[in-house]
Structure formats: structure tokens, C-alpha cells
Nanobody
């Protein structure tokens, strides 16, 4: 089964930048659509950015122009570059994979990483 490991979170001042990574490990040949979600205390988990297997992207209105999602298919890794961070971006960030393939099988469904904390101080 695929394992998703997020990294790159931390504490940063408002206006700063962070780059999150979500690396898939296991017998993965390719991963399908990927999304970065976040959940702040007392709030529902929300989609921040998504990228399809073909590279098409979409963003929440609150992060458009500040965040960029990219992927490196050779490394089965997806990145979230976060610039001009604001205190309201503070949350635990999770990556989600909607299906993946090994060399012999396709595995549909949702797979989540463990999350990485992003804290933006004012």
C-alpha cells in the first residue's frame, strides 16, 4: 500500500515562504490526482490546491496567486510552494492521493498522509 510522507512544515513569520513535499513510497509506478488540504483548529478540512496526473491545477480562492502546486512524477512527489504566508494559513496540511498504480495493479480510493503543521506568526 502507498505511504505518503509530508514534510516542510514549520513556523514562519507572515510574509514568509514554505515548501511542502508529499512523497509517495512503496511499490508505486504512478500516482493519480493529488490534493493538498488543510485543517485549522475548530474548522473543517478544506482543499487548498489540486493537481491532476496530467498536470492541470486548481486552487482555493484564498491562496490563488500565493501558492503553487507542482509534481515530479519520476519521484512520485508533489510539492506545495507557499509564498506571502498569512496567519490565517496556519493549519495542519495534508496531502491526498486519489488512486495509484503499481506495475501490475490499479488501486483506487483516497490515501492520506499524516499531516504537517504550518504556523504563521503575525
Amino acid at each position: 500500500q502507498v505511504q505518503l510522507v509530508e514534510s516542510g512544515g514549520g513556523l514562519v513569520q507572515a510574509g514568509g515562504s514554505l515548501r511542502l513535499s508529499c512523497a509517495g513510497s512503496g511499490s508505486i509506478f504512478s500516482i493519480n490526482n493529488v490534493g493538498w488540504y488543510r485543517q485549522a483548529p475548530g474548522k473543517q478540512r478544506e482543499l487548498v490546491a489540486g493537481i491532476t496526473s496530467g498536470g492541470s491545477t486548481n486552487y482555493a480562492d484564498s491562496v490563488k496567486g500565493r501558492f503553487t502546486i507542482t509534481r515530479d512524477n519520476a519521484k512520485n512527489t508533489v510539492y506545495l510552494q507557499m509564498n506571502s504566508l498569512k496567519p490565517e494559513d496556519t493549519a495542519v496540511y495534508y496531502c491526498n492521493v486519489r488512486g495509484y498504480a503499481t506495475r501490475s495493479s490499479w488501486y483506487p480510493g483516497d490515501y492520506w498522509g499524516q499531516g504537517t503543521q504550518v504556523t504563521v506568526s503575525s
